[in-house]
């Protein structure tokens, strides 16, 4: 038997009565567990085997996969689950971790980046914000990190600066010519994206930015992330209608 905190990323029925989660664990990473009889009403795990339950796991492991026995909530998260945007943000950040990770290796500065995102967002702060700052961080996980400080052609570190796609990072004013489909930026976003690679989730406070601003941050990001990781997210594209509807 083992004792883990964790969320679940990932809920799929199984049967009648089961249900197979995925969680996000510190100690463990990523596991799969049957939850059996979790689909009946009465089950005692019925309320704890939901997407985006975060909460102490009793469970024992498997070579494939394990059993959950029980479960018991750290925070019900429910202004995220209560409202749409905040949802739909949740569902992209836990989405993604999913399909970046491996099962059973364990990554406790991602799960801890995880569950400080949800908990902010779940406090009140920025979820846009908040979601641009874990995608720059998660761009090394993903294997296509790039360059936010300085030009990738000269070294040069004085703007303003493009964003290129297909090079990884920043072009400067004079070297704008080597990718001639590089994204323009203003100094306030090729700032933030600086300051978000290097920021902790703990330092980010009430931030009020632009939606001018924060669009071009996500249209960068989302383009880069669209054409370098492979990914294909369901939950990109709710976030996108959300994103419309706003």
């Known amino acids: ?9 990932r809920v799929v029925d199984y049967g009648e009565t089961n249900k197979i989660i995925t969680i996000y664990t510190k100690e463990f990473g990523k596991l799969g567990l049957m939850a059996r009889g979790a689909k009946k009403p009465k089950s005692r795990l019925a309320s704890a085997t939901q997407h985006l339950f975060y909460g102490q796991f009793l469970f024992s492991k498997g070579k494939n ?8 909530t750290l925070d019900p998260l429910r ?4 409202d749409i945007f905040k ?11 999913d399909k970046l990770t491996e099962e059973q ?5 991602l799960y801890h980046l995880l569950i400080k995102t949800l908990l902010a967002i779940e ?11 874990f995608n720059v961080k998660m761009l090394s996980i993903a294997g ?22 297909s090079g990884g990072g920043y072009l400067c004013h004079d070297c704008q010519m080597v990718d001639e489909y590089a994204i323009p930026m203003t100094p306030a976003t090729s700032r933030l994206l600086h300051l978000f690679k290097k920021i902790t989730i703990d330092q980010v406070g009430s931030i009020n930015l632009k939606q001018t601003t924060i669009d071009q941050i996500n249209l960068i990001l989302n383009t880069y992330f669209d054409q370098n990781s492979g990914l294909n997210l369901k939950s ?3 976030l996108d209608q959300m994103h419309h509807l706003k």
């Open 1 to 9: 038997m083992e004792k883990a905190e964790g969320i679940i990323l």
């Open 65 to 72: 996969l394990g059993t959950l026995y029980q479960a018991e």
């Open 79 to 82: 202004q995220i689950k209560n």
């Open 87 to 97: 949802l739909a943000h949740a569902s992209y950040l836990v989405e993604i971790v």
């Open 105 to 109: 290796r364990p990554y406790p500065s």
């Open 123 to 133: 406090k009140g702060l920025n979820e846009e914000v908040l979601t641009a700052i």
């Open 144 to 165: 296509i990190d790039a360059t936010m400080d300085r030009c990738i052609h000269c070294g040069n570190t004085i703007g303003p600066f493009s964003f290129s796609i």
């Open 236 to 238: 990109k594209k709710f």
